[in-house]
C-alpha cells in the first residue's frame, strides 16, 4: 500500500488582484508613470566599442592556436628535447582559447 500524499504547503504566489503572466501591479511609491517598478541596479548603456568586434581578435585567436599546435607536434615527434616547448605550445594554444570568447 502507498503512504498517503504529503500536503505542502501552497499559498498565493502572484501578489492579490494580478493574473499569472501579467507582472507586478504593487501600489508603490517607486513606481514611475507606466506602473513599472523602478530597479535599484544601475545598468550602465553599451558603448559602439563593447558591439563592434575588434578586427584582430579572430586573427590573433588562429594564430596563437595554430602556433600552439605546431609547437607541441614539434615536441612531440622528438625535434626538440626538454619539456619547455610543451609548456610553450600549451600557454600558446590556451591564449588562444581564452581570446576565442573574446570574439564576439
Known sequence: MAP?????GGGRVT????RPGEGQR????EENERGVHTSSRYTPPVTSEMREPKPWI?????V???LGMVIIIVR???LV???WPLFIGLGC???????ATKWR
Open 15 to 18: 501578489p492579490k488582484g494580478t
Open 76 to 78: 612531440n615527434l622528438g
Open 64 to 66: 596563437l592556436l595554430g
Open 93 to 99: 594554444f590556451l591564449g588562444g582559447l581564452y581570446t
Open 58 to 62: 579572430p586573427v590573433l585567436m588562429l
Open 26 to 29: 504593487i501600489a508603490n511609491p
Open 81 to 83: 628535447d626538454g619539456n
Open 4 to 8: 498517503p500524499k504529503r500536503k505542502t
